[in-house]
């Protein structure tokens, strides 16, 4: 996705491009038994037996500083050894919305607190409990990004 950007428009000057963009994508192989997972700083997050464990990504966002020569590392994640995950990807601008009691931005810790007391619940009952919760908090508060909380789970 970088060296397509990067082809795109680092020669354009015609054309503005702004600041790089965070990426996650995660692809599951079930015949094998795993997730393989790339991030151009987005993070992703597992929660099994409420344990939060983060597969970190790479610092630099695709689309940001095509004169440094970078590659995307890929994890491999062996489901095989899990009988029950919940994996999350999720856009900084959920961590930024500002509301609450103190009209503060959400924070990372909160996020993942939220994350792994919901954990339990089914995937549809989360997204019910988060699209509550993040309305709620941000209240009149306009987002100041977008807001992206995207979750699956994994059962062997």
Partial sequence: MHQEIKAKFQNNDKKLLGTGADFGIIKINTHIGELEFAGAKMNL?????????????????????????HNYK????????RETSSFYLFSDGVTDLVGGPNNKK???????????????????????????????????????????????????
Avoid: C
């Fill in 45 to 69: 997050v597992e929660v099994a037996d409420g344990e939060l464990n983060i597969i970190k990504s790479d610092r630099l966002q695709i689309g940001e500083m095509f004169d440094y020569e």
């Fill in 106 to 156: 959400l924070s990372l810790r909160e996020l993942k607190r939220l994350v792994v007391e919901n954990q339990h619940l089914s995937m549809q009952e989360q997204r019910a409990f988060f699209e509550n919760f993040m309305d709620v908090w941000s209240g009149s508060q306009k987002p100041l990004d977008d807001a992206l909380l995207i979750g699956f789970k994994w059962n062997s």
């Fill in 74 to 81: 890929t994890e491999i994640i062996d489901l095989k050894k």
